[in-house]
């Protein structure tokens, strides 16, 4: 008896689970109401109420614009003698980054021995040079920002790369000085920290 109960339940189940699942089929089905044909002499003269052609002249055009998506322009670039001497801060910045982050490895290395200190003492004033370019091309392409709600990100950006090329400086100083050489490590790890701070403001601002 209760072996039959469970066929039954089951047998429920699984009927109603078809009907259901067939239900959504029939109800949408039901929704799309099929064209109404005006047939005068075997020939179709309207569908829908509208005549023949202009019905299939709107059904075509609605399939068109179905297709159809608009296409922006875009701006072609061009590459030119020019274009490599604008925006000088965005292509140089990268360099005396890189050359900071070089520099403070190699002590890291050299920490016992310094036998990478000879690299380091050109690496340095390298990017301190470097940095004299991209500050002084940071400020001439900081004037768009000016009114502009970013223009407090921009000042702020501003004041650490000058702390960077400080920073730098006195880096440079300390590994020819022979008194600032107990400096040295405290001037490196400072450059560190504010070319970090100063490229994550960079960042920031370019997006």
């Given at each position: 008896?209760?072996?039959?109960?469970?066929?039954?339940?089951f047998?429920?189940?699984?009927?109603?689970?078809?009907?259901?699942?067939?239900?959504?089929?029939?109800?949408?089905?039901?929704?799309?109401?099929?064209?109404?044909?005006?047939i005068?002499?075997?020939?179709?003269?309207?569908?829908?109420?509208?005549?023949?052609?202009?019905?299939?002249?709107?059904?075509?055009?609605?399939?068109?614009?179905?297709?159809?998506?608009?296409v922006?322009?875009?701006?072609?670039?061009?590459?030119?003698?020019?274009?490599?001497?604008?925006?000088?801060?965005?292509?140089?910045?990268?360099?005396?980054?890189?050359?900071?982050?070089?520099?403070?490895?190699?002590?890291?290395?050299?920490?016992?021995?310094?036998?990478?200190?000879?690299?380091?003492?050109?690496?340095?004033?390298?990017?301190?040079?470097?940095?004299?370019?991209?500050?002084?091309?940071?400020?001439q392409?900081?004037?768009?920002?000016?009114?502009?709600?970013?223009?407090?990100?921009?000042?702020?950006?501003?004041?650490?790369?000058?702390?960077?090329?400080?920073?730098?400086i006195?880096?440079?100083?300390?590994?020819?000085?022979?008194?600032?050489?107990?400096?040295?490590?405290?001037?490196?790890?400072?450059?560190?920290?504010?070319?970090?701070?100063?490229?994550?403001?960079?960042?920031?601002?370019?997006?």
């Amino acid at each position: 008896m209760q072996k039959l109960n469970v066929k039954l339940i089951f047998t429920f189940l699984l009927i109603a689970s078809v009907l259901f699942a067939h239900g959504d089929h029939k109800k949408k089905k039901a929704e799309v109401k099929p064209d109404t044909l005006t047939i005068v002499n075997g020939d179709t003269i309207a569908i829908n109420g509208m005549a023949t052609d202009k019905f299939m002249a709107a059904r075509h055009s609605e399939a068109e614009e179905e297709k159809l998506e608009p296409v922006e322009e875009e701006e072609v670039k061009e590459v030119t003698f020019d274009s490599a001497f604008q925006h000088i801060h965005n292509k140089v910045i990268h360099f005396p980054i890189a050359l900071t982050v070089i520099a403070l490895l190699l002590m890291l290395l050299g920490y016992k021995d310094e036998k990478y200190l000879g690299a380091i003492k050109i690496i340095i004033p390298t990017a301190a040079l470097l940095t004299i370019v991209v500050v002084l091309s940071g400020l001439q392409q900081a004037e768009p920002f000016e009114g502009t709600s970013t223009y407090a990100l921009v000042e702020t950006h501003e004041l650490l790369g000058f702390g960077v090329l400080a920073s730098l400086i006195l880096w440079s100083v300390s590994l020819y000085v022979e008194k600032l050489k107990k400096f040295t490590w405290i001037f490196a790890i400072l450059t560190f920290v504010l070319v970090s701070i100063t490229g994550l403001y960079g960042g920031v601002i370019a997006h």
